[in-house]
């Protein structure tokens, strides 16, 4: 079974940054696509940004040119830099992984609170 450890929320003031961490652990399989979503009280959990094998990375339009996602496959780690953070930013982000490009099988992270507030 697969694990994702997420590392590297927390408080921030607007306009500063933070850098969240995702490792998968308990596999040496690449994963085909690991991934960052982000939810707030009362609405669905959304995309921010997902990078997969073999395709260019995808930041959704909210926050592109602020947040930029890689990874490490030799680490089998996802990361988020997150830059000029806003209030609106405010959420528990989650990391996902599937380890095929196709099928339901997915893997999340227990999620980490990111605060942006002054």
């Known amino acids: 079974q697969v694990r994702l450890v997420e590392s590297g929320g927390g408080l921030v003031q607007p306009g500063g940054s933070l850098r969240l961490s995702c490792e998968a652990s308990e596999t040496k399989r690449r994963l085909y696509a690991m991934g960052w979503f982000r939810q707030t009280p009362g609405k669905q959990r959304e995309l921010v940004a997902t990078a997969p094998d073999d395709l260019n990375p995808i930041v959704v339009d909210s926050v592109k040119g602020r947040f930029t996602i890689s990874r490490d496959n030799a680490k089998n780690t996802v990361y988020l830099q997150m830059d000029n953070l806003k209030p609106e930013d405010t959420a528990v982000y989650y990391c996902?992984?599937?380890?095929?490009?196709?099928?339901?099988?997915?893997?999340w992270g227990q999620g980490t609170q990111v605060t942006v507030s002054s």
């Open positions: 996902k992984a599937r380890p095929y490009a196709v099928g339901p099988v997915a893997y």
